[in-house]
């Protein structure tokens, strides 16, 4: 079989669409991604100064090395396809390593988008593995198993066990941590804005007042603090003669953002179409790897999409500025090719991402994709078309109107040229049109105080948490998703009205590692730990000269942390005036690997335990374990609260947490309980299920509706609801 070729591409998705492109000549398999990494139960990093890791075949990934290593034996030459970045560099080398021969070459492929002309254009060019991305990418792994291996057992020790530290991931938390301590911090106040509506030569404008006496008075700082001082304003605006002093029109051109990066995709997303960071990468990376478009043909519909550049290639622009030719004609097209700088910070590795093809419209590929594919796909498309057609032309009238020392404005806005907003209308916003005035005398009509509170800064979304590491140089487009995923799993960010709130464990457990360890968990430190891994990537630093950076310090801060342990345990441990039900010992609060929880004093004697936080549970009194006797007392674990026989580990016995409130449903004499979804989200159910399925998202009151009359309620953010009639009983 000398001829034949093997290629192996790491998703069996990509295998799937590259098979539609290469003949028999190729033998096609996937790994499924990672194939070996550090062990799991033990550090694996040599501390000798090289830093050298030792790697193992991961479990999941047995099977099918198992089968690379059969496939691979009538093979002299293997190709190796994997992701264009540093990620998939590391799986083509590991690959290498594990199936490596005396006469097997092994050949990189790399191309930014699954289309035939690119894959073909890459065999052509086969090239050697980058060690330098190699090494950047290893060294991202042994930084992040230092910190982790080195620091979570100290969380152990102190909070809980099963907690975890990360070298990014833990400042990212502390950036979550932050804004809710601003939030929290925030005092707010009130103040009064004036409004004033004119007549001018028949037609009315309403204004804002400006300035008295050259003060501002619109702003925060400037309005007045109080609804009688706003009134005084009023009564003087009513005492004077008014004219439009000023008429100011001028037209502002507006350029098209660039195409899209992975952080600003999954900005647009959120805000656009609803999608969390990771279900945009998700669809995402199906539009990359290639959908099915009839006739056989199989093709990959953007440009690879972890990606910090903004750059698009020469042939991609052309092709672009033809489709707008074709489609708008002449007048629509910018004057020349237009092109975008991307941030000093990026590594410019790929293009930004853009349709592989710019004539498959979205209208034309509606009938194969899936909603999400196609939604998604239409705003990178039309982003893209966007950059080579013209700016748009807005016209901004403002228009000044003065009485006495008193000013007061309004502004407004019309398109005037679409320009780019033709193909992209939603990158562009433009306000209400203020009607044709000029100077002269204007009527005060009449006035009006809005009150106004200021707001606190508001949480960060998925996306914007993803903005904002991008802003502090923490993290890379590869890392993103994971990260938040990772801080949700470990329960130290909770999502509410789809914003991130650090929880209780999470802001002790960050505040506590910036306390002790404030070197590592510095943005600016991370960040600059990114910058050396993107310089290994270049070739303009040494691999173990990396990670000595991040070892000094880490070595450093462990020690001193280490030295105050025993203070930091007694600091974390609360005292309570309550008395162990069980034993009579006093109650202190301790933390756990899910919170804080009451723990009797008399501990390892006495080992009773509670949760802290039972503010949906009903009173439980004394209830007996239905398969020993023993008492049922409350428990909190991985999936929230419980009920537990007291006589564990030998009775295994729990129930769900009960409400108190029993089951409305006609005939049913069961209680609803506190339960949870499989993806954490809690509930209340009956007790009887599956025999009664009755189920509410919000907890219940045992009232019954005075309108309806319906058993229960529910408590709401804003108040108490009927769940049957709908309607509002009682405010919050």
Known sequence: MPDRKLLIIESPAKARSLRTYLGDEYEIMASNGHVRDLPRRRLAVKEDGSFEPTYTVLPEARKIVARLKKKVRGFEKVYLAADPDREGEAICWHLSQLLGGESRTFKRLRFNAITRNAVIKSLKRPQGIDMNLVDSQQARRVMDRLVGY??????????????????????????????????????????????????????????????????????????????????????????????????????????????????????????????????????????????????????????????????????????????????????????????????????????????????????????????????????????????????????????????????????????????????????LRVGNPLPEVEEGPAALVDTEVEKRTTRPPSRYTEAGLVTQMKKLGIGRPSTYVSIIDTLKRRKYVVLESRKLRATELGGTAVDLLVELFPDIFDPSFTASMEELLDDIAGGEIDYREALERLSSPLSSSLDIAMENIDEVRKRLIQETDER????????????????????????????????????????????????????????????????????????????????????????????????????????????????CRFAIWNPPVDRRCPRCGYPILEKRKRGIYCPNCKKKIESS
């Open 150 to 427: 080195k620091i979570s057992p100290y969380l152990w020790r102190t909070l809980g066990k099963g907690l975890s530290a990360g070298r990014v991931q833990t400042v990212a938390l502390r950036v979550v941590k932050e804004r809710d301590d601003e939030i929290n911090a925030f005092q707010p106040h009130d103040y009064w804005l004036v409004h004033a509506n004119f007549e001018v030569d028949g037609k009315k404008l309403r204004t804002v007042l400006r300035r008295r006496s050259g003060k501002r008075v619109d702003t925060e700082k400037g309005a007045p603090s109080s609804k009688t001082a706003a009134e005084k304003l009023v009564s003087e605006m009513r005492q004077l003669e008014w004219m439009v002093a000023k008429v100011e029109r001028k037209t502002v051109t507006k350029n098209p953002g660039p195409p899209y990066i992975t952080s600003t995709l999954q900005q647009a997303a959120a805000s656009r179409l609803s999608m969390s960071p990771s279900r945009t990468m998700r669809v995402a990376q199906q539009l990359y790897e290639g959908v099915e478009l009839g006739k056989g043909e199989t093709s990959g519909l953007i440009t690879y999409m972890r990606t910090d550049s903004v750059r698009m290639s020469p042939s991609a622009i052309e092709a672009c500025r033809s489709y707008v030719r074709s489609a708008y004609g002449s007048d629509a097209l910018y004057s020349r090719p237009r092109r975008y700088r991307s941030a000093k910070s990026a590594q410019d590795a790929h293009e930004a991402i853009r349709p592989t093809d710019v004539s498959k419209t979205p209208d034309s590929l509606g009938k194969h994709l899936s909603r999400d594919q196609l939604r998604l796909y239409e705003m990178v498309w039309r982003r893209f078309v966007a950059t080579q057609m013209r700016d748009a032309g807005i016209r901004k009238t403002k228009v000044v109107i003065r009485g006495g020392k008193m000013e007061t404005v309004c502004s407004g806005e019309r398109l005037e040229q679409p320009g780019f907003a033709r193909i992209d209308p939603k990158q």
């Open 580 to 691: 162990c039900p069980k034993c009579g010992s006093p109650l202190t609060i301790r933390w756990g690997k899910y919170g804080r929880f009451y723990a009797c004093s008399a501990f390892p004697n006495c080992r009773y335990t509670r949760p802290t936080e039972m503010d949906s549970a009903g009173d439980i009194g004394d209830r007996e374990c239905p398969e020993c006797g023993g008492r049922l007392i409350l428990r909190s674990g991985r999936y929230g609260p419980f009920l537990a026989c007291e006589n564990t580990p030998k009775c295994r016995h729990t129930e769900s947490v009960p409400t108190g409130v029993g089951c409305p449903e006609p005939d049913c004499d069961g209680e609803l309980v506190i339960r949870r979804t499989r993806k954490g989200r809690q509930f209340y159910s009956c007790n009887r299920y599956p025999d």
